[in-house]
Structure formats: structure tokens, C-alpha cells
């Protein structure tokens, strides 16, 4: 794990249940920030957040749906009430419907505009007057590859995570000046149970594209969270970095 020193900062995790949420929030807290864990799942939220504290950690859970604005401004007041203030902010909470473009229904579509791209506008807006206050904060904003190049089968999901490119653009212009650096994560294909459901063959074809020779991990994905939220990298912002692998597409 990079080595990087949060001791002091609190952090909230979108979709910290599982998955690369669930390895960005243990590697934040092993850095020494106190997370607040945001999830669906009450029961799988408790065994995560369970699982950091066992491994000395410091977290919390906070059961919310993302996509749902007054869900959001709810659970932002909850968790500022119990940290005081909050540091940095992954937005990582994602869901896939892929299907065909011309077979994409319209709750296909809102689903996953909704929990991608709204979930992330509404957490960032709720927290951001916190970091405000503090003239401190760092937000990270997991996008995908899918929302670089597209991905067939994918219009919905990479209009969603092209949109938090370009959100993640114009926020990075507004918040500056405050301090507060805003950057987005392009992961490559990653070892979660959203990419277990496709076939073992599809897997195979990916992993002979990926130069390193492997597809991602959580751990992967936290690395790069760690770079950006590092106290270190205050000259860094408005930035899409890919974590791929060196996939050729
Ligand atoms: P996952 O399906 O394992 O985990 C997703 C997490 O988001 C779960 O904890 C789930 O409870 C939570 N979540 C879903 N809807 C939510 C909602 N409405 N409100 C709050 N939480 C919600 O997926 P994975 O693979 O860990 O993905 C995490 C992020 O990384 C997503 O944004 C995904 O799009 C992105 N990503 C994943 C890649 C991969 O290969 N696994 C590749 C590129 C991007």
C-alpha cells in the first residue's frame, strides 16, 4: 500500500460495502483517517465496517442510497454531526444494466444515470460545504474506461461515467481556489462482483490484452485514491488518471 499520512482527516466512501469501495475505505483507514462508510446493504455495511475496525481501523457505517436527494442530505448532516467535519470524499457507488443500446429500457437508463452521475453530484454538493469551511478537501470520483473510449453494451453506463469526467472537470475549476483538488480514477477491468457475473472467457480475452499480464484489484484502485487524497498532492487537480493495467483497447 502507498504509504500516506491521513491521520487527522475524515473521509466518507460511497459504496464502501464491497468491491473497490470496500478496499479504498480499509486503505484510508490504515492511513489513518476516520471513515464514514456509506452503503445499501445495512447487514453487509455492518460486516465491512466490522471487518476495518477489526483490523484497527476507525469506521463507521451509514446506510444511504446515493441517488436519492434527500436520502443524501440526511445522512451528510448524520455524519458531519458524528465527525465535525469531512476531508475527503470517494465517490465510488456504481451499478451496471448493460445491454445493447437499442434495448436499453428507460429504467435501465435512469438506474444507472441515477446512482452514477446523480449519486455523485448530490454526495459531493452535500459534503463540499464542509471542506469549504476547513479551505481543505480532497474529492476522488471513481469514472471508468467505459467513460473514456465506451464500451460496447455499455451507452448507459459510459454516459454515466463520462459525465462524472466532466463534472469532475468544472468542479475541480470551482473548488480550487479553496484548497480542495478534485480528481477522477478511470479503472481498467477489476476483480469485484460486478465484473465476476461476466463469462470466464470474456475475463480471459481482457486479461490477453492487459500488458502487466493481470486484471485489478481493489487495492489497485485504493493505491490511486491514496496519491490523490495525500496531503502531498495539493497541486494536483482537475486530473482523469487511468489504472488499466496498460489495457489495449
Ligand atoms: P460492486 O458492485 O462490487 O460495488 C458497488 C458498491 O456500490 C456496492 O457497495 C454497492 O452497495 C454500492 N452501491 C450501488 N448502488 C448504490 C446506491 N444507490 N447507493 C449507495 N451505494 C450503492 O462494484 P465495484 O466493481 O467495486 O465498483 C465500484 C466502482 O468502480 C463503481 O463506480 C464502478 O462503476 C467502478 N468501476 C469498476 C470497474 C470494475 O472492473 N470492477 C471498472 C471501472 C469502474
Do not use: H
Not at 443524501?72 to 445493447?100: Q, Y
Not at 467505459?146 to 453506463?157: E, R, T, V
Not at 462524472?164 to 480542495?180: A, C, D, M, P, Q
Amino acid at each position: 500500500m502507498i504509504k500516506v499520512d491521513l491521520t487527522g482527516k475524515n473521509a466518507v466512501v460511497t459504496g464502501a460495502t464491497r468491491g473497490i469501495g470496500l478496499g479504498v475505505a480499509k486503505a484510508l483507514a490504515a492511513s489513518g483517517a476516520k471513515v464514514a462508510c456509506i452503503g445499501t446493504n445495512e447487514e453487509k455495511l455492518n460486516e465491512s465496517v466490522a471487518d476495518i475496525v477489526a483490523e484497527g481501523g476507525d469506521a463507521k457505517a451509514y446506510v444511504c442510497n446515493v441517488a436519492d436527494s434527500a436520502a443524501v442530505t440526511e445522512v451528510s448532516k448524520t455524519i458531519l454531526a458524528d465527525f465535525g467535519k469531512v476531508d475527503v470524499l470517494v465517490n465510488n457507488a456504481g451499478i451496471t444494466r448493460d445491454m445493447l443500446m437499442r434495448r436499453i429500457t428507460d429504467d435501465m437508463w435512469n438506474d444507472v444515470i441515477n446512482v452514477n452521475l446523480t449519486g455523485t453530484f448530490l454526495v459531493t454538493r452535500a459534503f463540499v460545504e464542509s471542506m469549504r469551511k476547513s479551505k481543505w478537501g480532497r474529492i476522488i470520483n471513481i469514472s471508468s474506461i467505459s467513460g473514456l473510449i465506451g464500451n460496447k453494451g455499455q451507452a448507459n453506463y459510459s454516459a454515466s461515467k463520462a459525465g462524472v469526467i466532466g463534472f469532475t472537470r468544472t468542479v475541480s475549476k470551482e473548488l480550487g481556489n479553496r484548497n480542495i483538488t478534485v480528481n477522477a480514477i478511470c479503472p481498467g477491468f477489476v476483480d469485484t462482483d460486478m465484473t465476476r457475473v461476466l463469462q470466464p472467457i470474456y475475463i480471459q480475452e481482457i486479461t490477453s490484452r492487459i500488458p502487466v499480464g493481470r486484471i485489478g484489484t481493489p487495492e489497485d484502485i485504493a493505491n490511486a485514491v491514496l496519491f490523490f487524497a495525500s496531503p502531498d498532492s495539493s497541486f494536483i487537480t482537475g486530473q482523469i488518471l487511468t489504472v488499466d493495467g496498460g489495457l489495449i483497447m
